[in-house]
């Protein structure tokens, strides 16, 4: 099993960006894949999450109207479009994947129990 998240990058306040997460090693319907993220000094946030077998979504209430969670089964990949991006956002995000009890549990815990983790992508959002 294998993610790698892209898509980071430096944004204005206001602005937008497309965090993907390509996932190798198992389908989307196996797994549930789910967005963190962290800010320096701050503990890791879960924000998202995605059950792509069924269309079942998750997202915490800072990111709720501005971040959409989509997937794309043919080429195995996850989607977070981020708009109305704020200065606040700006930290490493991270997909992760699991079961969906666990990456919806997960996501509610700061990741705590999911079992795979891609590296992060920096978001950095300033004027």
Same mark, same amino acid.
């Given at each position: 099993?294998?993610?790698? &998240? *892209?898509?980071? #990058?430096?944004?204005?306040?206001?602005? /937008?960006?497309?965090?993907?997460?390509?996932? =190798?090693?198992?389908?989307?319907?196996?797994?549930?894949?789910?967005?963190?993220?962290?800010?320096?000094?701050?503990?890791?946030?879960?924000?998202?999450?995605? &059950? *792509?077998?069924? #269309?079942?979504?998750?997202?915490?209430? /800072?990111?709720?109207?501005?971040?959409?969670? =989509?997937?794309?089964?043919?080429?195995?990949?996850?989607?977070?479009?981020?708009?109305?991006?704020?200065?606040?956002?700006?930290?490493?995000?991270?997909?992760? &994947?699991?079961?969906?009890?666990?990456?919806?549990?997960?996501?509610?815990?700061?990741?705590?129990?999911?079992?795979?983790?891609?590296?992060?992508?920096?978001?950095?959002?300033?004027?």
């Amino acid at each position: 099993v294998q993610l790698q &998240a *892209s898509g980071g #990058g430096l944004v204005q306040p206001g602005g /937008s960006l497309r965090l993907s997460c390509a996932a =190798s090693g198992f389908t989307l319907d196996d797994y549930a894949i789910a967005w963190f993220r962290q800010a320096p000094g701050k503990e890791r946030e879960g924000i998202s999450c995605i &059950a *792509s077998i069924d #269309g079942t979504t998750y997202y915490t209430d /800072s990111v709720k109207g501005r971040f959409t969670i =989509s997937s794309d089964k043919a080429k195995n990949m996850v989607y977070l479009q981020m708009d109305s991006l704020k200065p606040e956002d700006k930290a490493v995000y991270y997909c992760a &994947a699991d079961i969906a009890p666990n990456a919806f549990l997960g996501v509610r815990r700061g990741g705590v129990g999911l079992h795979y983790w891609g590296q992060g992508t920096q978001v950095t959002v300033s004027s």
